[in-house]
């Protein structure tokens, strides 16, 4: 713009390679400062069909007399005053003139520290996992692995069950008693979700039954703790070994039975086990416990 000021229009347009109309178009906008070049809005400042005036006074005068009314049925008394816009057109133009009240703001999760556990046993993650139906060939079959690990030192203990209830779980629970205490660990406390197979916790007509895996953790001596509900990332380390059970067991397996997939679950839970993880310096969950048992 300088440059056409000083030397022209014509010469500028062939010293840049740009048309006169161009460079007019842009000098009659431009004030001496770059801001006047910057790109404006192209939004027009009618409409033929926009709002009337007494279209838009209705509009107020109804919104002021019925201020909780619902949007359609707020429609729907426009229509019988002799209002003709749709539903859509009425939203926009109230929304325009500032007759919605403001969204709250929603407070903002803050995470409580973990609690970093100081022996094993101390508290162990138990979860099922749905085994996928591509990996079964059996159409009609239904398999679930329960899965336990020990915070602490990750060791983990897999089980096979053609059913997901509370059956399944006191079983459960009381063979993972035992297999950890064969390797010298004291299960204290077991961590669940809010499933209908280990609590009736949002049971309409049981909430106050105790399910048989509670009762069986009374029976011996376990603490159950419940996970907040809606937030498996409680959770954490159990649902991140399911992850890596998708990756390393089911995308490449299939069981024809229920014998059949608790061995090949009894492999998987052995090579999981003696995986080196980087939580444990590089050590496999086996190496790491044995240094505190």
């Known amino acids: 713009m ?169 079983d459960f629970l009381q063979k993972l008693y035992k297999w950890y205490a064969r390797r010298g660990i004291h299960v204290e406390c077991v961590q669940t979700d809010n499933g209908f197979e280990f609590t009736n916790r949002f049971s309409p007509s049981k909430k106050h039954l105790p399910t048989l895996f509670e009762a069986t953790a009374a029976q011996l001596g376990i603490q159950h703790k419940l996970i907040r509900p809606y937030t498996p990332r409680h959770n954490g380390k159990v649902e991140r070994s399911h992850r890596e059970d998708q990756k390393r067991f089911y995308n490449c397996h299939s069981f024809f039975s229920l014998d059949d997939f608790d061995k090949q679950l009894q492999i998987h839970n052995r090579r999981s086990n003696n995986i080196p993880m980087r939580p444990l310096r590089w050590l496999s969950p086996f190496e790491f416990s044995v240094q505190y048992v």
């Open 2 to 170: 300088k440059f056409a000021q000083k030397y022209g229009v014509s010469r500028a347009s062939r010293k840049y390679n740009k048309s006169r109309s161009y460079i007019y178009f842009w000098r009659s906008r431009w004030d001496g400062s770059v801001e006047s070049l910057a790109c404006q809005s192209r939004r027009p400042h009618s409409h033929p069909n926009q709002h009337t005036e007494a279209e838009l006074k209705l509009i107020r005068n109804m919104r002021r007399r019925n201020p909780r009314l619902g949007m359609v049925e707020f429609w729907h008394r426009l229509r019988k005053c002799g209002y003709t816009r749709c539903p859509e057109s009425l939203f926009r133009v109230m929304r325009k003139m500032g007759m919605f009240p403001p969204a709250e703001k929603k407070k903002t999760y803050v995470p409580k520290p973990y609690e970093q556990m100081q022996f094993p046993g101390q508290r162990v993650q138990v979860d099922v996992k749905v085994v996928p139906r591509k990996c079964i060939a059996d159409p009609e079959l239904r398999l679930y692995q329960y899965t336990a690990i020990d915070e602490f030192t990750r060791l983990r203990f897999l089980a096979a069950y053609p059913e997901q209830s509370t059956y399944s779980s006191a």
